[in-house]
């Protein structure tokens, strides 16, 4: 089992559509949790974190983190066709504050 | 303010040839990283180093060096290429604490092909 689950999509909404992402983790000791967002031939972009159990919005971005459930989620409200990227979910542990584990990523498609 | 930048863009190696991979910040950050990325692998992280001075292994070590040559400069160095490090490599640096370090900020990458 990978530490960190990602569907690899590709996920197709259209034009104002909310996206939805998922994640899970199978390390119950992670503690902090990031979406990066990476457009094709370019490098990660951090766009949320989320440290606690509940919802953090940021704009059009919500992050979910359900620790007993151990998932995280990330919604994109009103999506755009410039939000058509692969979306990475990443954790860390608090044993190994520095380091990140990676999910492989869901590539989103929003179609005009 | 050019945040984290990396040389080369692009390299073509043959086997068995050596070749350095440079990354620096200008953010003052204390922590820096090397990641490759595979295609449906997602980001492994190679080495890192937590402050100047100090480096450890991440996930894929093997066939690997690095140097943190001070608070700004963090190397990646392939001694012996194989096709297996055909890869695109990102460097990335963040600051300290527990929650920041995970708040990194990417170099450009370097693409980098081995026949």
Redesign the interface.
């Known amino acids: 089992q990978k530490e960190?689950e990602q569907n690899?999509g590709p996920l197709s909404v259209p034009e104002g559509a909310i996206a939805s992402l998922n994640c899970t983790y199978s390390d119950r000791v992670s503690?902090?949790f990031?979406w990066y967002r990476q457009y094709s031939g370019?490098?990660?972009?951090?766009i949320m974190?989320i440290?606690s159990n509940g919802d953090k919005e940021d704009g059009r971005f919500t992050a979910q983190l359900n620790k007993a459930s151990q998932y995280v989620s990330l919604l994109i409200r009103d999506s755009q066709p410039s939000d058509s990227a692969t979306y990475?979910c990443?954790v860390?542990r608090?044993d190994s504050?520095?380091?990140?584990i990676?999910?492989?990523?869901t590539r989103l498609l929003v179609r005009p | 303010n050019a945040g984290v930048t990396q040389t080369p863009k692009f390299q073509v190696l043959k086997t068995g040839q050596s070749m350095t991979l440079q990354c620096a910040q200008d953010m003052n950050h204390n922590?820096m990283y090397w990641y490759r990325q595979d295609p449906?692998?997602?980001?492994?992280?190679i080495y890192?180093s937590?402050s100047e001075g100090t480096t450890d292994k991440?996930e894929v070590p093997n066939g690997y060096n690095v140097s943190r040559l001070n608070k700004r400069e963090f190397s990646l160095r392939l001694e012996s290429a194989a096709p297996s490090q055909t890869s695109v490599y990102?460097c990335a640096s963040?600051d300290t604490g527990?929650?920041l370090?995970?708040?990194?900020?990417?170099?450009?990458?370097t693409r980098l092909t081995v026949l």
Do not use: N, T
Not at chain 1, 102 to 105: D, L, N, P
Not at chain 2, 40 to 45: I, S
């Open positions: 960190v690899s503690q902090s990031f370019k490098s990660p972009e951090l974190s440290y990475l990443a860390s608090e504050s520095y380091k990140l990676f999910g492989s990523g | 922590s449906g692998m997602g980001l492994r992280l890192y937590a991440g990102f963040s527990l929650l370090a995970g708040e990194q900020f990417f170099g450009p990458g």
